[in-house]
């Protein structure tokens, strides 16, 4: 008797202390993916891609292959799955150039089984109207359900009123409440700051601080909308560095988020957890999907598993989707490329060798960068008149997309050639597709302030603004004085030989410079950020201050009317096609100069205070005057203190 009543009095104890409804715990799983950009296929290269086919390729990445997972976890699951994605779904591959007729990311990503997106920097490249024409060249329950909370809408401009109406019909909401399982789950969409700023094309539309808009969308969730879990789908990204690491302190400071789906810094990362909240990113294009199983209980969740699967050759593909993307494929050849004389699996060169874009001088960012130069003098210059010949050509690797890898041929396909520069909109009646070319004067001192961007800015705001040149080649040393690392520019090619270039302020000599229009909207952004210090003036031939930067688009044809705009990515494709065929199979060969290095770029780190100081600019010695104060003061104080002590 005596140990039945123990016995019950324990079982009392376990049932009051017990926490309510912890027995009661309910599993949901979220899918997730970021960062998709159009690459339909499997890459690199697309032309080795066998999403049907398992084991006999090394390509990576590709939607078929994704929709088969999709569809195995929920397959694989009791419990309610859901699909969602944190943004730049667009603008990466030959699919984006139908993007505004046909919409074919978002109609892929509903038919995969995705239920929740939410917009990134790159969704706004087509500018406001062309991604309203993106969000409504489908009906509505043909895409995913879209969220994104810190839009502000200008009220003086009306270049954003297509996109503010798509927003107050519905198409697009601050955020959604879904039922799963008896749980309500919350949902909500951001900009981070970074990529706010890599936005330009977004304009006039403008974004809210996103820890502020967090706090709302969260206080309304939690207390209109009751829901019992939050999840953040937020383009801000991930960082090593702490003060860079957008969405760590977007959990920290907005708190309330069960979940933060992270984007934009194609991070490759594991789950990172931030007090209560669970922040997750899967990498980039397709090549990774987050699985996160959690469990709901006592009004908390914990995070129960956690897997990323690489989607790879070892996952046979959706035959379904599949088929889609070959009809998409199909469309682009007709409306896209049959104009240009191109097809999208047509081999325009092959290569031995891989052409990639790291954060250093590369050969992939040589080869683009010689195209500019290449393609501008092509079609707009006098060769009896070397004031119109492009002396200079600027890429930054934030527009450089792809490498161009070997595959198991060696052939370069338009598509796979294509996806290393995919990005932009012109500026034309039509808005064609692709950045259109631009070129201007600057000084030489100017050139110099232009190749501080990579020795100053580009370490401090990271790898989009690392510079690949063409016609150009310098030496700077990291140890000198911020904005004046630079210390000899020459001017050339490695076929006719570099010339050094005289760039002290009496020099105004004009040299005429090429980039696209969006490399070149930055000029004002760095002159911003370093106080004005590099300071850039795009000039006309006269020497003329340029203030509209599309007054200086290169002209295909004059005799037209209009500007035909020159492309940048059909620059390189035509330069790419320009190589002599060496091995003689009819294909051209991409030259063996672009195996590797070409010394463009010098570095020369010493701590000589001589090389420290030669040539310096203001920005030196004023460095300098401030370091001998503050010298001077020190001395004059330890002798005051020594006098004291003295007496």
Known sequence: MKSKCCFYLILLVLLVTQPLGAAEGKMITIVHSNDLHSHLLGFSPNIDYTPLETGNDK?????????????????????????????????????HMLSREESFELRLMKAMGYDVTTLGNHEFDLKPAGLARILTANQQDQIPSIVFSNAI?????????????????????????????????????????????????????KFEDPVAAAKRMVKKLREKEKVDIVICLSHSGLSDNPEKSEDEILAREATGIDIIISGHTH??????????????????????????????????????????????????????????????????????????????????????????????????????????RWYINKHDSDLDDPATWVEVGVISNGVIRDDIEV????????????????????????????????????????????????????PLKGGDYYLQVSGVKFSYNPNRMIFDRVTEIWLGDEENGYSLLDYSASNKRLIRVAADIYNATFLKVVGNFTWHVLDIVPKDRDGNPVDDLRSVRIDADKRAPGIQELKEYAGVLEYVRSFPDITGDGVPDIPEKYRGKLGRQLVEATWNPFKLLKRGTHVTWIACGAIFIVLLIVILIAGFIWRRVRR
Do not use: H
């Open 153 to 205: 809408f200008s009220s003086e401009s009306k270049a954003d009123d297509e996109l503010e109406k798509v927003f107050a019909e519905g198409l697009v909401v601050p955020y959604l409440v879904l039922e799963r399982g008896g749980i309500r789950i919350g949902f909500f969409g951001l900009m981070g700051k970074d990529a706010a700023e890599v936005s330009p094309f977004a304009s006039p539309v």
């Open 407 to 458: 595959g198991r041929t060696g052939d370069v396909a338009v598509c796979d050639a294509f996806r290393a520069i995919p990005l932009g909109i012109g500026f034309d009646e039509a808005s064609s597709m692709g950045y259109p070319l631009i070129s201007f004067y600057i000084y030489p001192g100017e050139l110099k302030k232009a190749l501080e961007i990579l020795t100053s800015v580009y």
């Open 59 to 95: 390509t990576v990445g590709g939607w078929a292959r994704i929709a088969t997972v999709i569809r195995d976890v929920k397959q694989g699951r009791n419990n309610p799955v859901l699909v969602v994605d944190a943004g730049d779904f667009l603008m990466g591959s030959l699919f």
């Open 267 to 372: 991070t490759k990362t594991d789950v990172r957890k931030v007090n209560d909240t669970l922040v997750v990113q899967a990498w980039c294009y397709g090549k990774q999907l987050g699985v996160m199983d959690i469990n709901w209980s006592n009004g908390k969740v914990s995070l129960k598993d956690y897997c990323l699967i690489d989607i790879n050759d070892s996952i046979k593909g959706d035959v379904r989707i599949a088929a889609m993307i070959n009809g998409f494929e199909s469309r682009i050849n007709e409306d896209i490329l049959a104009g240009e004389g191109l097809e999208f699996r047509e081999i325009i060169a092959r290569t031995p060798f891989r052409l990639e874009i790291v954060e250093d001088e590369c050969n992939l960012g040589n080869l683009i960068s010689d195209s500019i």
